[in-house]
C-alpha cells in the first residue's frame, strides 16, 4: 500500500464553521506533513510531525490546529478560517530521513478547502 | 524572496522530442534536488533526485543535471511521450534536514503534443 488517502476531497465551510481535514498512511511512516497550495503557486510547508510529535510549524495561524492520534493518521482542525485560506490542502508522509531517500514525499490528492 | 524558481510557466513539445525543463536555486544551503510531477486532481509524485556530489543521474527517460556553480538544474525528458503532460515541481532541500526542508518551485506545466 502505497497510497496517502485525504479525506474530504472537497469542503465548503462559512467563516463561523469548525470542520476537520483527514489524512491516513499505511506505509509505515513515522513523518508526516500538511502543506498548503494556492493556484498556481508551489506546495507551502505548514507543519511536520515527526514521530507524532510536532516538529515544525511555519508560523501558521491558529485557526489552524493539527493533531496528530497515531503514527498513520493526521488531522488538521480548522476554526474561524478566513477566505483567503481557501486552497488545497495537500497531506504527505515519508520515511524517517535516516532512511529511504532523503526529500522523497508521498503526498495525497489534497482537500479542495473554500472559504465562504 | 523565491528560494527555489521555474521561470518557464508553461512548455509545449512534440511527441518523441527532447523536454528540458529548468530550476534554479539561490540558496547555498541546499545541497539535494528533486523533481515531482503532478496530474490534475492527483497529488505529486516524486519523479526523481539528485546529490550535490552528483552532477548527473538518470532513471530511464529521464535524467537530472546539476551545475552547482550556476545553482542551476534541469529535467531532461527523452523521448517525451503524451503521459509525460503534467506540471513539473522542482524542490530542493538541505540534506541534513531532508523531507522535513523541502522547497518547491512554482511548476512548470509540460504539454506533449502528439
Known amino acids: 500500500d502505497t497510497e496517502v488517502t485525504q479525506t474530504p476531497k472537497h469542503l465548503v465551510m462559512g467563516m463561523t464553521n469548525k470542520k476537520s481535514l483527514k489524512c491516513e498512511q499505511h506505509?509505515?511512516?513515522?513523518?508526516m506533513y500538511w502543506y498548503k497550495q494556492k493556484a498556481k503557486k508551489p506546495p507551502e510547508l505548514m507543519f511536520v510531525?515527526?514521530?507524532?510529535?510536532?516538529?515544525i510549524n511555519e508560523s501558521v495561524p491558529s485557526r489552524f490546529s493539527p493533531e496528530c492520534p497515531n503514527s498513520s493518521l493526521l488531522n488538521l482542525h480548522l476554526h474561524a478560517l478566513q477566505p483567503e485560506d481557501s486552497a488545497l490542502y495537500l497531506c504527505?508522509?515519508?520515511?524517517?530521513?535516516?532512511?529511504?531517500?532523503?526529500?522523497?514525499?508521498?503526498f495525497g490528492e489534497g482537500s479542495r478547502l473554500t472559504v465562504l | 524572496d523565491q528560494q527555489v524558481k521555474q521561470n518557464s510557466p508553461s512548455l509545449s513539445v512534440q511527441e518523441g522530442r527532447i523536454s528540458i525543463l529548468n530550476c534554479d536555486y539561490t540558496?547555498?544551503?541546499?545541497?539535494?534536488f528533486l523533481w515531482y510531477k503532478k496530474y490534475p486532481a492527483e497529488g505529486p509524485t516524486f519523479l526523481i533526485s539528485i546529490s550535490s556530489i552528483k552532477d548527473k543521474n538518470e532513471d530511464g527517460r529521464f535524467t537530472v543535471f546539476l551545475n552547482k556553480s550556476a545553482k542551476h538544474l534541469s529535467l531532461h525528458i527523452v523521448p517525451s511521450q503524451p503521459g509525460d503532460s503534467a506540471v513539473y515541481f522542482c524542490?530542493?532541500?538541505?540534506?541534513?534536514?531532508?523531507?522535513?526542508?523541502?522547497?518547491f518551485g512554482q511548476g512548470t506545466r509540460l504539454t506533449i503534443n502528439p
Open positions: 506505509m509505515g511512516h513515522r513523518a
Open positions: 540558496n547555498s544551503m541546499f545541497d539535494y
Open positions: 504527505a508522509s515519508s520515511q524517517d530521513r535516516r532512511t529511504g531517500r532523503t526529500g522523497e514525499l508521498f
Open positions: 524542490a530542493a532541500t538541505p540534506s541534513i534536514q531532508g523531507a522535513q526542508k523541502l522547497v
Open positions: 510531525y515527526s514521530y507524532e510529535k510536532l516538529s
